[in-house]
């Protein structure tokens, strides 16, 4: 009985094919759209989340400045107002898990025939922890390097692409940093881009002292640029940069109510605001979408409506045959729900299709979810039964004899 | 479903019918008082002006409308209290429908126009189509199985309506003006149709206006303005078929 009445709907279908059609492309673009504006929400948020993820969690950046010269103040992190004592003492904290000075400064590596330009980042071993960062291959220099202002690095991929190419194994070469040897140590996990798109595999660290008199110099001895804090819980950063606040204040005799000659940054705050945007941007993405869906079924609607009455006659023929009224409805339901799922196998197809596109010429990354393929056929059946069904019963309401009689 | 074994014989038991139909001025009477016994076997003609009821009667009688007031006995189901989805089964066992305009689906084969009533009792399709062929064959059309209704001329499309009637076993046919959409040359053929189906023991009810189609039942009632005036026997018939 349901193979028959699945037969007759597909066969009604194709009695009027443009306007199934038509009918179906409503259902096929409100699928496609949800399904296409999901996949580039998932692909934002997931990316967020990996940059996020990838810049270590529960951070602050203390950085100095900005200085005040009688009145003229200039830029932030300019200052050498930081120093290594200063992250030793934050160390000291409660509720701080680690801390790691940071200096930096650009430099032109050379090896063999091969430059290039890159950051030179100089800190100590503590940093890899703070920021979660891990070697592929090699090791990490130590506190001993540190003492000593050894010449070795580890580099990141970008750099080994650059400099190394394929073919040549960069453990234990000699590349020149403004034209000092430096023994290559390791190399650096993929980070990826950071939140602001800046590639962060485009690095070179070395040992903060090696840096600081080796290759940069210094104002004065021992200064940092910013000193990188991990609070050892998210719900320890309130206090922990209450700590640091009070700490340095005291530390470079800031008077209350004077202008602090540093500042410190909640870098895990700017990521969640920067996941909660894309959160409400894929869920705006996402209604909009759903509009195009409902109008979808509204279509179907509408021509379920039409069906009707132009089968007005063949409704009343069935009914004298013998069809009760859960057939009828039975039918021109099963014919709306065909529709729309059909219309939605079709929309997951151009979705997922479009999505590839997206993804293949934006460079942006876009996630197709078994979830949101599944919502999407959900929500494209249940519109099918909603829409369908008060056409459906108009059809079994209808007096035979009415119908019969209807030309 | 009760069936009473003693009106077994009886196919149709009409006793004081009424049919009102509701206007804005109040309810105007169509069937005043109808009775009417149909045996088993019967073949009867139901003649009438139009705006006689005759109509109305027979729409009652096909249980696709239901009396004001009085009692009708088809088969031993009393229809009148019967809920709709019964009815419908009622209509789909029990009656076989031919229509004047034919009344066959254009989009189906002319198979799965005769198949149609067996889709709503639950038969599988293999005997579904089994039925149905053998029912086309029987009417004439086993070549056209798979043609389209608009394919066939009128008399060849009130065949396959014919067959459609027949396909689920019924015990009684009901044939509005069934050759009112015909030439006289196929309106014989399809009359003569019908006197087979009867000779064979199904019940055949006939509304028509035309006195030469009339002439083929067994049994003439006249309708006129809500009533029956007159029942007779055709003179072709004994009167003891029928007494």
Known sequence: MFSAMLGEAWHAMGANRLRTFLTMLGMVIGVGAVVLMMAIGQGAEASVKRSISAMGSNLFVVLSGPPNVAGARSATGNAPSLNVKDANAIAELDGVAGVAPVTMG??????????????????????????????SSGYAFADSDIRSATRVALIGKTVAQNIFGDDIDPLGKTIRIKQSPFV?????????????????????????????????????????????????????????????????NQRHNIREGADSDFSVRNLTAIANSAAETTRTMSLLLGAIASVSLLVGGIGIMNIMLVSVTERTREIGIRMAIGARQRDILMQFLLEAIVISIVGCLIGIGIGVGGAVLVSIFTKTEVIVSTNSVLIAFSVAASIGVFFGFYPARKAAKLNPIEALRYQ | MQKNNIEAKTVIQVSNLYKDYQTAAGPFPVLKDVNLRIENGDYVAIMGPSGSGKSTFMNILGCLDKPTKGKYVLDGHAVATMEENAVA???????????????????????????????????????????????????????HIN????????????????????????????ADEPTGNLDSVTSEEIMALFGELNQEGITIVLVTHETDIAEHAKRQVRFLDGKIVQDTLTNSHSLNEVL
């Open chain 2, 89 to 143: 089964g009622v209509r789909n066992k029990t009656i076989g429908f031919v229509f004047q305009g034919f009344n066959l689906l254009a989009r189906s084969s002319l198979l799965d126009n005769v198949a149609l009533p067996l889709v709503y009792s639950g038969i599988e399709k293999p005997e579904r189509h089994k039925r149905a062929k053998v029912l086309l064959e029987k009417v004439g059309l086993g070549k």
């Open chain 1, 184 to 248: 290559v140590l390791g190399v650096l996990d993929s980070k990826g881009q950071s939140l602001d798109g800046r590639d962060q595999d485009d690095t070179i660290i070395v040992p903060l002292t090696t840096a600081q008199r080796k290759l940069f110099g210094n104002q004065l001895p021992g200064s940092v640029r910013q000193i990188i804090v991990q609070a050892e819980s998210d719900k320890a950063m309130a206090m922990t940069e209450e700590g640091i606040n009070g700490l340095l």
């Open chain 2, 147 to 174: 043609s389209r209704p608009n394919q066939i001329s009128g008399g060849q499309q009130q065949r396959v309506a014919i067959a459609r009637a027949l396909v689920n076993n019924p015990r009684l046919i009901l």
């Open chain 1, 106 to 135: 650009k430099a032109q590596i050379v090896f063999g025939s091969n430059n290039w330009n890159t950051d030179i980042l100089g800190t100590t071993p503590s940093y890899l922890d703070v920021r979660s960062w891990y070697l």
